[in-house]
């Protein structure tokens, strides 16, 4: 069964920095776009960013671009969320997600979240 595992949450202030990991497991994923989402309470599941298959191309929201960097391993079993200079505006639930793009833009596989808090 195929599984995504995300880890490396926790409590940081902010300025601070945080590295985010999703384990993939039960099949490959090295042909998946693989994003990371996150959600804020009261508030809309959020898009951050995503990888390719191959993890030469990366794309962000505006919100974190320039801080934040996505990236997978050369086995494509992990993808990690690089998070930099962390405001309080980004405590959320993050999550990462996978997307066959054969079969289009929904993303197929999430894991089951961790949390995020920034303190000011």
């Known amino acids: 069964q195929a599984q995504l595992r995300e880890s490396g949450g926790g409590l940081v202030q902010a300025g601070g920095s945080l590295r985010l990991s999703c384990a993939a497991s039960?099949?490959?994923?090295?042909?998946?776009?693989m994003g990371w989402f996150r959600q804020a309470p009261g508030k809309e599941r959020e898009f951050i960013g995503s990888?390719?298959?191959?993890?030469?191309?990366?794309v962000y929201a505006d919100s974190v671009k320039g801080r934040f960097t996505i990236s997978r391993d050369a086995a494509r079993y992990t993808t990690f969320l690089q998070m930099n200079s962390l405001k309080p505006e980004d405590t959320a639930v993050y999550y990462c997600?996978?997307?066959?793009?054969?079969?289009?833009?929904?993303?197929?596989?999430w894991g089951q979240g961790t949390q995020v808090t920034v303190s000011s």
């Open positions: 997600a996978a997307n066959n793009p054969r079969l289009g833009h929904k993303y197929d596989y």
């Open positions: 039960g099949r490959t994923f090295s042909t998946y776009v």
């Open positions: 990888v390719t298959g191959s993890g030469s191309a990366t």
